[in-house]
């Protein structure tokens, strides 16, 4: 399958996240991280113009905590407790929400067509059932280790169609 949106590259992401985070960001490629239903991971869904999933952006809890609040200074103590308990302020989702927005533009070209962040669900059990589906026939994927300064380490997915 080709594909239609660009999968970014880990330079691309580390400029984008050292633009909101600091310049002391550290990113690395790590393993596949789980976008079953079953992995109460975090999901930013991406739609085309007609509101159709074309990519999306998975989350650990410890990522969705970090940035959610290291974007407005909300103090580590609160993003370790919420990573801690799996429990985001709404606040965090809020913050995660920009974070994924502002992320969008990592799938866009200048030859790929538009979309726009959907919605950020706090787990992909949630999505819609195409989006769903959608999660099973990426054909780019880049997987990340992100460690946003002064609060800690999680991981990123951005899947790409």
Excluded: W
């Excluded at 103590?77 to 992320?103: K, P, R, Y």
């Excluded at 200048?110 to 992909?124: C, E, N, T």
Aim: net charge negative; glycine share 8%; with cysteine.
């Amino acid at each position: 399958m080709a594909t239609i949106h660009p999968t970014p590259r880990e330079v691309e992401v580390r400029q984008m996240l050292a633009m909101l985070f600091g310049n002391e960001l550290t990113i690395t490629e790590a393993e596949e991280l789980p976008v079953s239903v079953e992995s109460k991971n975090a999901a930013a869904l991406y739609v085309a113009d007609d509101g159709t999933p074309v990519t999306a952006c998975v989350c650990d809890i410890n990522f969705a905590a970090f940035a959610g609040s290291a974007l407005t200074k909300i103090p580590p103590g609160g993003a370790e407790d919420a990573a801690s308990s799996g429990e985001l302020t709404e606040n965090m989702m809020g913050n995660l929400n920009e974070v994924m927005n502002i992320c969008s533009r990592l799938f866009m070209s200048g030859s790929s067509p538009h979309l726009r962040l959907d919605k950020m669900y706090a787990s992909i059990a949630e999505l819609p059932e195409n989006a769903k589906t959608m999660l099973d026939t990426v054909s780019g994927r880049l997987d990340l280790k992100v460690s946003i300064p002064g609060y800690g380490e999680g991981h990123l997915a951005f899947l790409a169609t």
